[in-house]
């Protein structure tokens, strides 16, 4: 069995700060519900209600802060002997290498493409950066040999779109 070969997920700028954003919101949340919590407390006027309120605002705050941490901290693609698989956090998305059909490079789009065959018929952009498409697609044919490498170039690009 072959190692795992993993490659960063490359998020663009405003998606990278929109998480940001909302992981500062969930922190600052989290902070506001402790302190509303602490004066709740000392309150001393107990209420069923008051209690299932804090108890949903702590539960959303932390899943929200767990899950957003982990979109940045561990979004990548990770190819082994069976799959290629998209860990966006705490979400994979597995892809069987036995159902790779197609590798195909745009060029001048600068996006990586992968075709599947099985059940259902599909494809997926790989986001990585370019610089890493060439190793990308040598791990996948190393693993899949049954799969096809193509490529467009910026010009026969620009005459598809033509066409459309």
Not at 83 to 90: H, S
Request: glycine residues 4%.
């Amino acid at each position: 069995m072959k190692d795992q070969k993993r490659y960063p997920f490359r998020f663009t700028p405003l998606m990278l700060a929109l998480f940001w954003a909302g992981l500062m919101l969930s922190l600052a949340g989290l902070a506001l519900t402790v302190w509303r919590f602490s004066a709740f407390l000392m309150d001393g006027a107990f209420s069923a209600l008051g209690w299932v309120q804090y108890i949903i605002l702590f539960l959303v705050a932390i899943v929200l802060t767990v899950l957003l941490a982990s979109f940045l901290v561990r979004s990548e693609y990770v190819i082994d002997d069976k799959n290629v698989t998209l860990k966006l956090g705490l979400i994979p998305v597995k892809y069987p290498l036995k159902e790779l059909r197609h590798i195909h490079l745009f060029r001048g789009s600068q996006k990586l493409a992968l075709y599947f065959e099985g059940e259902k018929p599909t494809y997926t952009a790989v986001v990585i950066a370019p610089s890493q498409f060439e190793n990308f697609t040598q791990e996948l044919l190393t693993r899949c040999p049954q799969a096809d490498f193509s490529f467009s170039s910026p010009e026969e690009e620009e005459e598809y779109k033509r066409k459309k």
